[in-house]
């Protein structure tokens, strides 16, 4: 068996594979400043970016939850990938093919690649296996299904619409045929296992693929075809390796550029109604996979929206959202306002509006697309009513609000529903709002929201504001465990960071004497570490000649484990000022000012320690402390000159 991957293939992949292009698959990223990008994290939840990129270090931190690293950890913690499998994924997208060496020594080609990667593969096959089935001559009742819902054949090549033919072993064979093992189809998903052996696991179904974020298929939506299936009508992968119902938005890897474009999102219920909506023009549509919409799925949206209007954004008299929109579809029967009333425990995950679009006559947006057009679509979108508003009021429409104990009744239900409006401009316009729709006193509907706010909203609102805090102590690990943390309000603190963050980020502007700097130049601990892993790398002479990027990583192997994670967050930390023209004078500043820093203390040193000696008990003693005074008072006054380089 193969084993480490060569030292230069890695940093090739760390080197080719762009940071900011990898990041930008998973979060929307802005420009915060030169040569730095922010975006919401993907690691926690957060309403206002503090999630940092800089394509220049190739490194990235986020400053809310302490995560931080390079472009290969980047992709280990999002995709849940081993340390191989994540620069096998990032060689396969760049181009580098890897060489591997035995633990003792001896080089060789890895035989074959990481385990999640062959999972993968076996997916692209099997979707162009299921692909080419479609157009077979078995698979009539396939493209009928198709036909019959106004889908044509480049209507499907352009989702990778799909047929399994029937019998237990077609897939099977075919995969087994491209040398992959039973252990991995098994494992894949794609077959399961029976007392006899294994089998297809989809046989006679349309099959859609489903793709992550990144666009690799990663599982597989199957619709009954046939009477005698006595299947379920929708079948989708099992829970793998690679497949997480909760993780995956069917639509998203076509969708996520509109979605950051628009900053809006519609969410439907279904395959067909993500095409439909796609070839109706609206672009932004995607729908889950077999599960209700929830907290994983708002994550996703969240980061690709860029989320972070503060406010629950701001409503424009057009009715868009200034902190974007997500608008939910569901149809006009009781299961889906059952679903609308789920959602409403999702929209406080959202500084976006959030909407909802019901067709009243009870079609789906495929049905409406085959009765009414493309345009009958997005009139339906178009038309959205805030997700708040429909709750409320499918929760009136249960009770006679022409009687008194109808209108009680009524209030108690509701009352609830404002009280979980986090917003509190909002809660009070719809407990105004409710006042009116039920025909009671507005003070009466406050009395009664306060009164619920008390008691505690039970069910999903009150469940989805968990967001709203900051992970606690016992769930956030403190950035440097083995030291203490630096005091942000401690000036001396400040400047000593800002210090190091130019260092880092900025070696080729750093003035030579920093390399002059003694083992007790930093008088917090933390960035004093940082400074021994700095001169470990060798000084910033080294770093001029690495490059940035190439300073950092060696930073960060020369520092101690508990201390990689402030090179990283220093390495990507923004500058006051970073603007290209001035920040090479800035960092030099801040450099010197440290060095100026250093030199006063050590200068109040020496004056203390000439006070404490006595010339007539020991005079060569107190003359040797004075000129060491005098020379470091000059080594201040010359470098506050400007006359040292």
């Not at 929209?347 to 789906?364: C, I, K, L, N, Y």
Request: with cysteine; charged share 25%; proline share 5%.
């Amino acid at each position: 068996m193969a084993g480490l991957i060569r030292r230069e293939d890695v940093e090739a992949v760390r080197d080719r594979a762009r940071i900011d292009e990898i990041v930008s698959a998973h979060v929307t990223l802005k420009t915060a400043g030169v040569g730095s990008l922010k975006g919401l994290c993907p690691f926690h939840d957060e309403r206002s970016p503090s999630f940092h990129v800089r394509p220049g270090v190739g490194r990235w931190h986020c400053f809310g939850c302490g995560e931080g690293g390079d472009v290969i950890s980047f992709v280990q913690k999002i995709d849940g990938l081993t340390f191989v499998e994540a620069v096998e994924y990032l060689a396969d997208r760049v181009g580098i093919q890897l060489r591997y060496e035995d633990s003792g020594g001896p080089q060789r080609p890895r035989e074959e690649p990481g385990r999640r990667q062959r999972l993968l593969e076996a997916h692209r096959v099997a979707a162009q296996y299921f692909a080419e089935q479609l157009f077979a001559p078995g698979a009539q009742a396939a493209r009928a299904f198709l036909a019959e819902r106004s889908f044509g054949r480049g209507d499907a090549e352009h989702f990778g619409v799909g047929y399994a033919p029937t019998g237990w072993d077609n897939l099977q064979r075919h995969l087994q045929g491209r040398g992959f093992t039973q252990a991995e189809l098994v494992a894949s998903g794609l077959v399961s296992q029976g007392q006899r052996g294994i089998y297809d696991r989809f046989r006679g179904r349309l099959m859609w693929p489903i793709r992550d974020v990144t666009g690799e298929i990663v599982g597989f939506g199957a619709r009954r075809l046939y009477d005698e299936d006595q299947g379920p009508k929708y079948l989708n992968t099992p829970e793998t390796s690679l497949y997480k119902k909760s993780h995956v938005l069917y639509g998203i890897d076509l969708a996520k550029r509109e979605i950051a474009k628009q900053k809006r999102v519609v969410v439907v219920e279904g395959y067909t109604d993500v095409m439909a909506a796609h070839l109706s023009g609206v672009t932004t549509a995607v729908a889950t996979c077999g599960t209700a919409f929830g907290a994983d799925h708002a994550r996703i949206v969240r980061r690709l929206l860029g989320d972070t209007t503060a406010g629950g954004g701001l409503q424009l008299a057009s009715g868009a959202s200034l902190g974007g929109e997500v608008i939910f579809t569901f149809d006009g029967d009781a299961a889906g306002q059952k679903a609308a009333v789920r959602a409403f425990g999702e929209d406080q995950r959202f500084h976006a509006q959030t909407f909802v679009a019901v067709e009243p006559s009870g079609m789906d947006p495929c049905e409406l697309r085959m009765s009414r057009g493309p345009d009958a679509v997005r009139a339906l979108v178009d038309g959205r009513q805030p997700l708040f508003e429909f709750v409320i009021r499918t929760t009136l429409e249960s009770f006679d609000l022409d009687t008194v104990e109808g209108r009680v009744g009524a209030l108690r239900a509701a009352a609830p529903l404002v009280a979980g409006i986090r917003d509190r401009s909002m809660q009070l316009g719809y407990a105004r709002s409710l006042a009116r729709w039920i025909g009671i006193d507005t003070e009466d509907v406050r009395r009664e929201v306060a009164s619920a706010a008390r008691r505690g909203t039970p069910g999903p609102v009150r469940s989805a504001r968990s967001d709203d805090a900051r992970p606690d102590a016992a769930e956030a690990e403190p950035t440097v465990p083995a030291l203490p943390a630096p005091d942000p309000r401690d000036p001396v603190a400040r400047r000593e960071r800002l210090a190091l963050v130019g260092v880092l980020q900025y070696p080729q502007h750093v003035p030579a004497m920093f390399d002059d700097l003694g083992e007790d130049a930093f008088a917090v601990p933390a960035w004093r570490a940082v400074h021994a892993a700095i001169r470990a790398a060798g000084g910033v002479r080294e770093g001029v000649r690495l490059g940035p990027g190439h300073w950092v990583e060696a930073v960060v192997e020369q520092a101690a484990e508990p201390v990689r994670a402030l090179v990283t967050e220093l390495a990507v930390a923004p500058l006051p000022e970073d603007r290209e023209d001035v920040v090479g004078g800035y960092v030099a500043g801040v450099v010197r000012g440290l060095v100026d820093l250093g030199l006063t203390r050590r200068v109040a040193d020496a004056k203390s320690r000439l006070q404490r000696l006595d010339p007539a008990a020991d005079l060569a003693a107190y003359q040797e402390a004075f000129a060491a005074l005098l020379a470091l008072e000059a080594e201040r006054r010359t470098l506050r000159e400007g006359e040292i380089a």
